[in-house]
């Protein structure tokens, strides 16, 4: 299959260019900063917590390996099957074969990114294998046909009457309606058939914890206790930087996640899973696996600043608080993760030279940094990326110098000459006082500029000029 390349400018101009998914996202994000400013309304708490919260990640990823085979060491023992994939075609190679050693032909999913990263639902339906997704906002754009806008609210990109209309269109019987209560039970009527029916159940995983052997899965719908614990199967997907040292350390977590993403207090549902089902008890999956995916993110670790990518507790804070990711919303970014997390995580997973121009759409303003409830210095490693794409410093970074073109270095290596030189500056200042109001806008070292701006105006006289005319004058050198 052709690797995807990013075309973020191309889509964000489409974007900005439809007022209702404008509209929508406007709408939606106001009220996603509004609740979580208000669940911290102590500056003080605030920074505590989320200093807690990034000594609990960084701690974790400082003993990455050892966490990782203490965690397969309990979760053997505990009587998980745990599974390690270096890449999204090894872990779907993986699913596949443990769901058709079961036999299975009806799967139920809960809400996972990292299945979204493998494109798992495509890879099963080539299979002969359907996948029904089980969060309301997973399963509405499943029925579009579409891939999440958002990590936390999938189908955030779309209103009640575009859901309502899809309804009509896709459920057998459904009448349109914008009642959102009526929507909602009718997604319910048809999803309650697909846990009685299904013969496994995938999901994601929040944290697991290496100490107990603890897969934690967090969620507000009840569908993820369902996908895991009515089916016979269970088989949970993760990366492999989740993991967390200790039981203790989920706590801090859960008072950051839900407070950052939606702004609650916590979680309807909070599900720790730690074995299959054991003899006396009356429900769960016979048999559990874990699949721990890698797919670049050993990369990511090898180095040491771009390391803090790996921290990310998947919030969407920062996308909630983005300017650029709220007016051209989710999938303008291509690939599965957008916002500011994913134009650092992204080039870094699928390499620079696919989407190298994520790390540039950015203003840098550094409000994800600000909300980031575990402090990863977003803008400090967007500038990082900046830099590996035009001159590379580490072999941790796919893809580095990609983004290095001739012309560019000229330019540069131009520039460079022209200020070092005070005589060659003053002759140029002059020069372009002269005749670089003639220059026309359609010129390639103007053409981008102008195509948004006024084209630039050279002063005929330079500041030292000026000077000299009032008798001001000193001597140049």
Known sequence: MEALKSDFG??????????????NFRRAMDGLM?????????????????????AVRARALARL?????????????????????????????????ILKAAGVKRVIKGKSMVTEEMHLNAHLEANGIRAVESDLGEYIIQLAGQAPSHIVMPCIHMNKAEIAELFADKIEGQTYTENVDELTAAARRVLRDRFADADAGISGVNFAVAETGTLVLIENEGNGRLSTTLPPLHIAVTGIEKVLEKLEDVAPLLSLLPRSATGQVVTTYVNMISHPRQP??????????????????????????????LRCIRCAACMNHCPVYTRVGGHTYTFTYPGPIGKILTPQLEGLDCAGDQPHASTLCGACAEVCPVQIPIPDLLARLRTEAVSPTSLAVKGGGSGRSLSESLGWGG???????????????RLLGLFGNWMPAWLPMLRQWTSVRTK????????????????????ER
Do not use: C
């Open 10 to 23: 191309g889509k964000a101009h489409v974007a900005l260019n439809d007022p209702k998914l404008r509209a």
């Open 34 to 54: 509004a609740k979580r400013a208000a669940q911290f309304p102590d500056a003080e708490e605030w920074k505590t917590l989320r200093a807690r919260g990034a």
């Open 65 to 97: 390996p050892e966490l990782l085979e203490q965690l397969e060491a309990k979760l053997t023992a505990n009587g998980v099957i745990v599974h390690w994939a270096e890449t999204t075609a090894e872990a779907n190679a993986v699913v596949l074969d």
């Open 280 to 309: 006396g008890e009356k429900d769960g999956p016979k048999a559990v696996h874990l699949v721990l995916l890698d797919n670049g993110r050993s990369k990511v670790y090898g180095d040491v600043e771009l390391a803090d990518t």
């Open 415 to 429: 520039w460079a000459a022209l200020y070092s030189s005070p005589r060659v500056y003053r002759l140029s200042a």
């Open 456 to 475: 630039p105006k050279f002063a005929a006289k330079s500041l030292h000029q000026l000077a000299r005319e009032r008798g001001y004058s000193h001597d």
